[in-house]
């Protein structure tokens, strides 16, 4: 997956399901699994739009 690439639907299953795609030199097992659990959709919602509204690039 090369950057750029990842969209909200993306970003909504890393949080909901972080073993689903894990960054290279990331072992799987070490992101909480349970945030579907622990926030509501409202919250999952603004996070997505928040983490995808962030300017990341490298200068
Ligand atoms: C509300 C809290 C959190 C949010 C919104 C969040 C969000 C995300 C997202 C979107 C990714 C995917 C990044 C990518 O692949 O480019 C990610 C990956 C990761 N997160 Fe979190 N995270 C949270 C909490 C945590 C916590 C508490 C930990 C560890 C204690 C953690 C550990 C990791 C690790 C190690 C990865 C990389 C492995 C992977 O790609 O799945 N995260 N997180």
Redesign the pocket.
């Known amino acids: 997956m090369q950057r750029g690439e990842?969209g909200l639907d993306?970003?909504r299953e890393?949080?909901l399901d972080?073993?689903a795609?894990?960054?290279e030199g990331?072992?799987?097992n070490?992101?909480?699994g349970n945030?579907g659990e622990l926030?509501t959709d409202t919250e999952i919602e603004t996070?997505v739009a928040y983490?995808a509204n962030l300017d990341c690039r490298t200068p």
Request: glycine fraction near 0%; proline fraction near 20%.
């Open positions: 990842k993306f970003l890393s949080i972080p073993n795609f894990v960054e990331f072992p799987p070490i992101m909480p945030f926030l996070l983490i």
